[in-house]
């Protein structure tokens, strides 16, 4: 009787420990998932860290040189001095278009 009782005991105890290992948290599937997430998380951070750099050299850019503020202002907003002549040179491929 003792004997039977402690193999059953010991058969619960088995299946108790292969479900905390399998599907609970903390589990082999969790851990796989947190790794997953954790790549994810990584190439994010790297994408964002190059974007930071650039930004960071665009602000030194902007701290030191005089001229990069006009530059910024006539490629990105088409800025004009008084005087100067506007010419727009199209391109090959929106010539053949029309």
């Known amino acids: 009787m003792m004997r039977r009782v402690l ?4 058969i ?3 299946v108790v ?3 905390r290992l399998w599907l609970s948290e903390g589990s082999v599937r969790h ?3 947190l790794e997953a997430q954790i790549a994810k998380l990584e190439t994010e951070n790297k994408a ?4 930071n750099s650039l930004m960071r050299a665009e ?3 902007l701290k030191k040189a005089k001229n990069s503020v006009e530059e910024i202002a006539r ?3 088409g800025m004009i001095r ?4 506007f010419y727009l040179v199209p391109d090959k491929e929106q010539g053949q278009r029309q």
Not at 48 to 51: I, N, P, W
Not at 82 to 85: A, D, F, L
């Open 59 to 61: 602000v030194n850019d």
């Open 48 to 51: 964002l860290q190059q974007r």
């Open 31 to 33: 851990r796989k998932s």
């Open 7 to 10: 193999i059953a005991f010991l």
């Open 82 to 85: 008084k005087g100067e002549v």
């Open 75 to 77: 490629r990105d907003l």
């Open 17 to 19: 420990m292969q479900y």
């Open 12 to 14: 619960v105890f088995l």
